[in-house]
């Protein structure tokens, strides 16, 4: 019976870890882990000010400005009473060509800017602006005179979201070797530099590098905030601690557009973003750094700190064999025969499949939810209070995962948002501009519904990889998700051709993507998988 017993408790001891610890000792979700929440909170609303360029770089009004008519720089009237005369007036949209003027019948004449009388253009010919006069001067677009030149100003947009993409295996090098702390640190550094040195860009390239390098030394703000929450919470609170996450996300994007319009001079609004992001330089001193890290690392002592405060701050106890379990792990054998990842994936049709599905899945989702998020100022001259409703709608989104992924399951929840964000795409283009109230109705349950699919997303993909591979086909999966927010700030320019096309396309993404969704198993209730044969069999 004494063997048994001693059996017994060297079997507990070897499967001790901290999810263990967690659940039955420290407690999944005490106010040690709250209080990280609400910290984490901050950068990860600061993240979404990588946005500004939906406002700095905003296209405004302009028309060709007409040097015979006594107009000599950018800030002239912008619809004075005779402009009708040297511009063409666009019937549909009532409004002044942006890029064309008619041709002058007496060049080099000056008139006064009170009088350009009809005769001294000729009507029948039209000609390219030479210069422009702008309806607005809050954006790059003035201060640099990028008239007509919108793919010029969507590249501000670009550049921004290729930083995303390039900022993650740099961002993950330095969480990994040098720390959770180091890389959020590091993060917020280079977010606040680089942010505050765009307000004072001489010409649009400097403007254009600077957003590159804010985005590719700083985005991953979002990732290092999130993984002290993360790593902390037990398994039962992992979907809402991601949720909760997400809508930290989102309210820091509700809080851009509440700035930006407020705070209307681009240079101006990029100061009062990024002035007070310095402040979070002092996590340094007010976080832990991550226990799992410090575990990982075999950094036992500091391992040990953080579990006694967590236990004190949670008013609990961590037991004298918890803790010798965690600080003094049984040696691990590696097998000399590592597998490659590669060849992993090509051997076994089941995972190929996957691994040709889920980055479709992720760069739909990234590209139809900034994609609705950048087209949401085209919605009305209310260019704030539509980006305000768009982002904010997000939330209930975030939310409504924790409540549908538990209860129908992940594929009907997956397939179900797909496919509702592409009927209110599809179903937006057609609605007539003057019902604008369905008109938002219908973008928000689009946003709405792959806000829901975002949230998802990261759980079932998980899900669907053996642990050996996971975190790596995961992360595969994200980065080539991020060609979504490439793409996306491109879309509003292809309204030039037809005023529905970017609809279009996140209709037809959307529905292939919820097709997609069904060739994959459900895997609610179902074991993660640790193996190749357990991820095959579900």
């Not at 002035?275 to 075999?298: D, G």
């Not at 036992?300 to 236990?311: G, I, P, S």
């Not at 087209?375 to 995962?401: C, K, R």
């Not at 879309?491 to 969704?517: E, K, Q, R």
């Amino acid at each position: 019976m004494a063997i048994n017993t001693s059996e017994s408790s060297d079997t507990i001891e070897k499967n001790i870890d901290l999810d263990y610890v967690l659940v039955n000792e420290l407690g999944q979700f005490g106010r040690f882990q709250l209080k990280y929440i609400c910290l984490i909170a901050l950068p990860m609303m600061t993240a979404a000010f990588f946005s500004d360029y939906v406002f700095t770089a905003a296209a405004q009004p302009h028309r060709c400005r007409i040097p015979e008519c006594g107009e000599r720089n950018k800030s002239a009237v912008f619809h004075p009473e005779w402009i009708a005369n040297a511009i063409p007036v666009i019937e549909e949209e009532s409004e002044l060509a942006s890029c064309e003027r008619y041709v002058s019948v007496y060049p080099g004449y000056n008139s006064s800017v009170l009088d350009c009388p009809i005769d001294l253009f000729d009507h029948s010919r039209t000609k390219k602006c030479d210069g422009f006069v702008y309806g607005g001067d809050n954006s790059v677009v003035y201060d640099f005179d990028l008239g007509c030149e919108e793919w010029l100003r969507s590249l501000s947009g670009t550049l921004s979201s290729l930083g995303t993409l390039l900022v993650l295996p740099l961002v993950g090098f330095i969480s990994d070797h040098f720390g959770r702390r180091m890389a959020l640190l590091f993060s917020v550094f280079n977010t606040a530099l680089f942010g505050i040195s765009k307000a004072f860009s001489v010409n649009y390239t400097m403007f254009l590098i600077l957003q590159l390098l804010e985005t590719t030394l700083g985005a991953g703000l979002a990732s290092s905030a999130y993984i002290f929450a993360a790593e902390l919470v037990g398994p039962k609170y992992r979907v809402v601690t991601s949720a909760t996450s997400s809508s930290a996300f989102a309210f820091g994007e509700v809080l851009l557009g509440a700035i930006a319009w407020l705070v209307r001079p681009w240079r101006t609004l990029i100061l009062t973003l990024y002035i007070p992001v310095f402040l979070l330089l002092s996590y340094h001193w007010i976080l832990f750094e991550s226990v799992r890290w410090l575990l990982a690392k075999q950094k036992y002592d500091e391992a040990r700190n953080v579990l006694e405060n967590v236990a004190k701050t949670n008013n609990a106890e961590i037991s004298a064999t918890s803790m010798d379990a965690l600080l003094n792990p049984p040696t691990i054998i590696k097998n000399s025969e590592q597998r490659s990842l590669i060849a992993f994936i090509f051997r076994s049709r089941v995972l190929f499949r996957r691994v040709c599905t889920t980055p479709i899945w992720w760069m739909t989702t990234i590209f139809i939810y900034y994609g609705l998020s950048i087209n949401s100022t085209s919605l009305s001259s209310t260019i704030y209070l539509n980006y305000i409703l768009t982002v904010a709608v997000e939330i209930p989104g975030f939310y409504s995962a924790v409540l549908t992924l538990d209860r129908f399951g992940r594929r009907k929840t997956l397939c179900c948002g797909f496919f509702i964000s592409a009927a209110c795409n599809l179903a937006f283009i057609f609605i007539p501009l003057d019902l604008s109230i369905l008109r938002l109705v219908i973008y928000l349950g689009g946003k709405f519904s792959i806000s829901l699919v975002l949230a998802s997303l990261y759980l079932y993909t998980s899900e669907l990889y053996p642990t050996e591979f996971r975190h790596s086909l995961l992360g595969f999966s994200s980065m080539v998700g991020r060609i979504g927010s490439v793409c996306a700030p491109l879309t509003p320019l292809l309204t030039a051709y037809w005023h529905g096309l970017p609809h279009t396309i996140f209709a037809i993404f959307g529905a292939l993507s919820g097709l997609l969704v069904l060739t994959q198993p459900e895997t609610l209730s179902k074991k993660l998988p640790d193996t190749l044969e357990e991820a095959e069999a579900i």
